[in-house]
């Protein structure tokens, strides 16, 4: 039903979730160019900024915060969305376009849309894209295989989350073959970082403090934190999974002050990443917060204060 719907479709928005990590950027990247080279119209939307170490990707200028008027669209396409509104504040207006299409990994995924690719077991949602871009005929240029590469090579942590799988090693191998140098990627994700950035994990590390079964490890990182090191959200990607490596630990927290929303008032909010390195379901104490992801991999936003949500975390090692 999906491939009918794209085929049949004219005027198409793309969208993704706010905070777009590179499985959000590599899925929307490659559907769009894929959907454009079949002649079609399509624009890519995502509300946040697009953090700099994405912007080597061919095409990533195509992906805009103002979608124009809704009613130009005759379907939207949400990818790496376990929820509508994920998309941020654009998701009602999105969900009155005709058509909407589901495609996403997330084993919370609220199956909303008229049509769906949910498959938890797909290691990202640019496994997915892949998947359509075959089914449709497309033939995969080196622009392509760059957004699909990132996009699986990210969301499987290059290599090392248990949703790596055969099919993110097969698609990946084949983007290489289809012109991606995998040693540019590995250097522009994961291996250049900022002065800052190494100053900022220095004290983001300083707050790690260890559940006393030893099991869970909760940091916290703050705006004035982000103000010090001249850093910024793009740095941030990735600092969860330091305190996932302590021995012992199962499940790894950090609680990241967000930024004040504009006419939010003094209020902070926080965003509270969750890794678990096995037993421990991280999506469904993430969903019991109103948010989501995966078993291995989630988080939630909320209004209670760091000290509020340190107390919850803290009892929560007391179930694992
Ligand atoms: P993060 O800790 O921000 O890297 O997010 C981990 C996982 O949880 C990703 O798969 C996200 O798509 C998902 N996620 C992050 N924030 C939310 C949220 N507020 N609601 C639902 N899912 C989320
Ligand atoms: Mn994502
Ligand atoms: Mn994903």
């Not at 004219?10 to 590599?26: C, F, K, M, S």
């Not at 376990?82 to 376009?97: K, N, P, Q, Y």
């Not at 589901?102 to 892949?130: C, K, R, W």
């Not at 999974?241 to 302590?246: E, S, V, W």
């Amino acid at each position: 039903m999906i491939l009918k719907s794209l085929k049949e479709s004219r005027r198409l928005l793309l969208v993704t979730h706010v905070r777009p990590d590179g499985d959000a950027i590599g899925s929307i990247l490659a559907l769009g160019r894929g959907l454009s080279l079949m002649g079609k119209t399509v624009r890519l939307y995502n509300e946040s900024p697009i953090p700099a170490i994405f912007r080597f990707l061919p095409g990533i200028e195509q992906i805009v915060s103002d979608p124009g008027p809704l009613s130009d669209y005759d379907t939207a396409v949400a990818l790496d969305c376990s929820d509508l509104s994920r998309v941020g504040g654009l998701a009602d207006a999105v969900s009155r376009i005709p058509t909407l299409i589901n495609i996403d990994h997330h084993l919370t995924n609220t199956g909303f849309g008229a049509h769906q690719m949910i498959d938890p077991a797909a290691s990202s949602t640019g496994e997915l894209v892949y998947q359509i871009l075959m089914d449709l005929g497309i033939a995969i240029d080196s622009a392509m295989a760059y957004a699909i590469y990132t996009a699986i090579f990210t969301d499987t942590g290059s290599f090392l989350f248990q949703n790596t799988n055969p099919k993110a090693f097969y698609i990946c191998g084949r983007m290489v073959e289809l012109g991606v140098n995998s040693y540019t990627v590995a250097q522009k994700l994961f291996a250049t970082y900022s002065l800052g950035r190494l100053k900022l994990l220095n004290m983001v590390l300083d707050t790690i403090q260890i559940s006393r079964n030893g099991k869970l490890s909760v940091m916290y990182l703050t705006q004035e934190m982000l103000r010090e090191t001249e850093t910024s959200v793009d740095d941030i990607n990735g600092l969860v999974n330091y305190a996932k490596h302590i021995e012992d630990v199962q499940v790894a927290v950090l609680i990241q002050e967000s930024q004040r929303l504009p006419g939010g008032g003094d209020r902070s909010h926080y965003h509270v990443s969750l890794r678990s390195n096995g037993p421990v379901d991280v999506a469904a104490i993430a969903e019991s917060y109103g948010g989501g992801g995966h078993s291995g991999a989630a988080a939630y936003t909320t209004y209670t204060s760091l000290a509020e949500i340190k107390k919850n975390v803290f009892r929560l090692s007391d179930i694992f």
